[in-house]
C-alpha cells in the first residue's frame, strides 16, 4: 500500500498545496490541528508543519486523513484525466434526426464517462491496461471475404486461439488484447459502438438489451473496427442491408463468422455429427447443437454452412416455413444459456476500483460511481470482496 502511494502520489506532489488543501478540509469538518494530529498519531506541532508544507506526509498518515475528512486520496491530490469528447469523434458516423442524435449521443457519453472513470482508477493504482495490440491490417482495395477470413486466421493465431469456438470472447478481447469493452443499454437498433482514443486505446460500447449469441457477433464486428480502421469511430446498426453499406462495414459484418466459426474447425465438426447419425446425414437438430458450440445463433450458423456448401441454399427459410420455433427446439434439447458475463464494467475495471477502496485511495460514494451502483449494492460488493481476499 505504501509503496503505490509514494510511487503515485507522494513522490510527486506540491507539499504546500497539499498542506493547503489538508488545512481546508480539516476546517469543514470543524476539527482542531491538535485532533486532526491524534488522527495520525502525531503532535500538534507536526500537523502545523504539514499543513505550511514544511513535512512530508507519510502514505498512511495521508490515507488515515483522507479517511476522517470523509474524502479519497485521489479527490483531492490528483487532477482527473482528461480525454478528447468522444461525441465529437462521432459526429461522422452518424446523421440521423434530433430525436436519434440525442438518443446516440446519451450512451456515446456514457461510455466517454466509463472509459474516463477507466482511466482515473489505472493512474490512482499506478495499473495501467495491458495492451497486446497488433500493427493495423491493410485493407484498402483487398477483396471483401478473403480479407476478412485471412485476418480472422492470423489473429486467431497471435492470440492462441486454434479453430474451436471461443467461449468467453469479452474476456478474451478485454484481457488478451487490452480493448475496454462496456456492456450498456441501448435502443434495440444499435449493436454497439467502437472509437479509439490515443490515451485510452479501443474503446468498445456493446448493446447490453441484445440477447448473448447478438453480443458476442457484434464484439467480433467492433474488433474487426479496431483491427483494420482504428481511428474511425463507428455506431452499429442491425437490419441495415448489406449492399449499401460502405466496404468497411461489409468486411466488419463480414469478419465474425470466420473469426467465431473458422472453416477448418467447423468442417470438422460438421463431419463428425453428420458420421455420428446412422444415416450419415446431417440433421436438423444438428445445427442448434452446433450454433450453440460456437455461441452464435441457428440462422447465421445455418447461412454460414450453406455458403461452405454443407447446406442446400434456402435450408433456413425452408426451416422456418415449416413454423420453426427456435427457442422451443432448444428447450427441447436441453441447451442451456451460452456462457457469459454481462456486468456493465470489465474485470480489470472491477479489480482496480475494489483495490483502490480497499487501499483507501477511494471513498465508498466514488466506488459506487465507478461500478455505476448505489451506495447499498456497492458495501455489499465490497464486503464480499473482503471476505474473498
Same mark, same amino acid.
Given at each position: 500500500m505504501n509503496n503505490i502511494l509514494t510511487n503515485n502520489v507522494l513522490d510527486n506532489i506540491d507539499l504546500r498545496q497539499l498542506g493547503e488543501r489538508l488545512r481546508e478540509l480539516r476546517n469543514k469538518c470543524g476539527m482542531t490541528q491538535e485532533?486532526?494530529?491524534?488522527?495520525?498519531?502525531?503532535?500538534?506541532?507536526?500537523?502545523?508543519?504539514?499543513?505550511?508544507?514544511?513535512?512530508?506526509?507519510?502514505?498512511?498518515e495521508l490515507i488515515k486523513l483522507a479517511r476522517t475528512y470523509g474524502i479519497s486520496v485521489s479527490d483531492f491530490v490528483r487532477e482527473r484525466p482528461v480525454v478528447k469528447p468522444f461525441p465529437v469523434q462521432f459526429r461522422k458516423?452518424?446523421?440521423?434526426?434530433?430525436?436519434?442524435?440525442?438518443?446516440?449521443?446519451?450512451?456515446?457519453?456514457?461510455? /466517454?464517462?466509463?472509459?474516463?472513470?477507466?482511466? *482515473?482508477?489505472?493512474e490512482i493504482m499506478n495499473a495501467p491496461l495491458p495492451q497486446?495490440?497488433?500493427?493495423?491490417? /491493410?485493407?484498402?482495395? @483487398?477483396?471483401? /471475404?478473403?480479407?476478412? /477470413?485471412?485476418?480472422? $486466421?492470423? *489473429?486467431?493465431?497471435?492470440?492462441? $486461439?486454434?479453430?474451436?469456438?471461443?467461449?468467453?470472447?469479452?474476456d478474451t478481447l478485454e484481457q488478451s488484447v487490452g480493448l475496454r469493452i462496456f456492456y450498456l443499454k441501448m435502443p434495440s437498433k444499435y449493436s454497439g459502438v467502437y472509437t479509439y482514443d490515443e490515451k485510452l486505446g479501443g474503446c468498445m460500447a456493446i448493446n447490453a438489451n441484445h440477447p448473448e449469441e447478438r453480443r458476442r457477433w457484434s464484439l467480433a464486428h467492433g474488433y474487426l473496427h479496431f483491427l483494420a480502421n482504428r481511428?474511425?469511430?463507428?455506431?452499429?446498426?442491425?437490419?441495415?442491408?448489406?449492399q449499401k453499406m460502405p466496404e468497411s462495414e461489409q468486411l466488419a459484418e463480414a469478419f465474425p463468422k470466420y473469426f467465431l466459426m473458422p472453416t477448418s474447425?467447423?468442417?470438422?465438426?460438421?463431419?463428425? @455429427?453428420?458420421?455420428?447419425?446412422?444415416?450419415?446425414?446431417?440433421?436438423?437438430?444438428?445445427?442448434?447443437?452446433?450454433?450453440?458450440?460456437?455461441?452464435?445463433?441457428?440462422?447465421?450458423?445455418?447461412?454460414?454452412? *450453406?455458403? @461452405?456448401? $454443407?447446406?442446400?441454399?434456402?435450408?433456413?427459410?425452408?426451416?422456418?416455413?415449416?413454423g420453426l420455433i427456435v427457442r422451443k427446439v432448444q428447450e427441447e434439447l436441453g441447451l442451456e444459456a451460452i456462457p457469459q458475463r454481462t456486468n456493465i464494467t470489465p474485470i480489470h475495471y472491477q479489480h482496480l476500483a475494489i483495490e483502490a477502496l480497499d487501499l483507501g485511495l477511494i471513498t465508498e460514494g466514488r466506488f459506487a460511481d465507478f461500478l455505476n451502483v448505489d451506495r447499498l449494492e456497492a458495501r455489499r460488493i465490497a464486503s464480499r470482496s473482503q471476505i474473498l481476499s
Open positions: 485532533s486532526a494530529a491524534k488522527v495520525i498519531n502525531a503532535a500538534r506541532t507536526t500537523m502545523v508543519a504539514i499543513e505550511k508544507g514544511e513535512r512530508r506526509l507519510k502514505a498512511t458516423a452518424y446523421r440521423q434526426n434530433e430525436v436519434e442524435k440525442s438518443q446516440i449521443e446519451s450512451f456515446i457519453q456514457e461510455l /466517454e464517462k466509463f472509459c474516463q472513470n477507466y482511466l *482515473e482508477l489505472e497486446n495490440y497488433p500493427r493495423e491490417y /491493410e485493407v484498402s482495395g @483487398m477483396p471483401i /471475404e478473403r480479407t476478412a /477470413e485471412a485476418i480472422a $486466421l492470423e *489473429e486467431r493465431q497471435r492470440l492462441g $486461439l486454434g479453430d474451436g469456438p471461443i467461449p468467453l470472447l469479452r481511428r474511425k469511430s463507428m455506431i452499429g446498426l442491425i437490419e441495415r442491408q448489406y474447425g467447423l468442417l470438422k465438426r460438421f463431419n463428425d @455429427m453428420c458420421h455420428a447419425n446412422k444415416n450419415q446425414k446431417f440433421m436438423p437438430t444438428n445445427l442448434f447443437i452446433l450454433a450453440h458450440y460456437y455461441g452464435v445463433s441457428a440462422k447465421t450458423l445455418t447461412y454460414r454452412l *450453406e455458403e @461452405m456448401e $454443407l447446406l442446400p441454399s434456402g435450408t433456413w427459410e425452408r426451416l422456418r416455413g415449416r
